[in-house]
């Protein structure tokens, strides 16, 4: 079992740049994929950002060229770096493991098994 706890969020102007991190407490972290999920208000969650146990990554559309996620299997640690925010990047932000045995990226929520908190994400016009 894994143990996510993200933080890094907070309150920023458009342009500016946040890092995310999520630490990972439990075993054998790095056979675990990695996500990124974002919910905004009156929305529903939306995939982010993920990472493979291979170090291949894949983005929404939305965030390609401004984000990126990085993992430190050493540190047990995945981080989500986003320069350009915008306005819409405003969400609470989640991270996810998950333990399906691929090489590919997972994207959709079912396909992770385990969650972190959120930490809140917003960003002022």
């Known amino acids: 079992q894994v143990q996510l706890v993200e933080s890094g969020g907070g309150l920023v102007r458009a342009g500016d740049s946040l890092r995310l991190s999520c630490a990972a407490s439990g075993r054998s972290f790095s056979y675990y994929q990695m996500g990124w999920f974002r919910q905004a208000p009156g929305k529903g969650r939306e995939f982010v950002a993920g990472i493979s146990t291979g170090e291949s990554t894949y983005y929404t559309d939305a965030v390609k060229g401004r984000f990126t996620i990085s993992r430190d299997n050493a540190k047990n640690t995945v981080a989500l770096q986003m320069n350009n925010l915008k306005p819409e990047d405003t969400a609470v932000y989640s991270c996810?493991?998950?333990?399906?045995?691929?090489?590919?990226?997972?994207?959709?929520?079912?396909?992770?098994?385990?969650w972190g908190q959120g930490t809140q994400v917003t960003v002022s016009s």
């Open positions: 996810a493991a998950g333990q399906i045995y691929t090489s590919v990226v997972l994207t959709t929520a079912r396909q992770y098994n385990y």
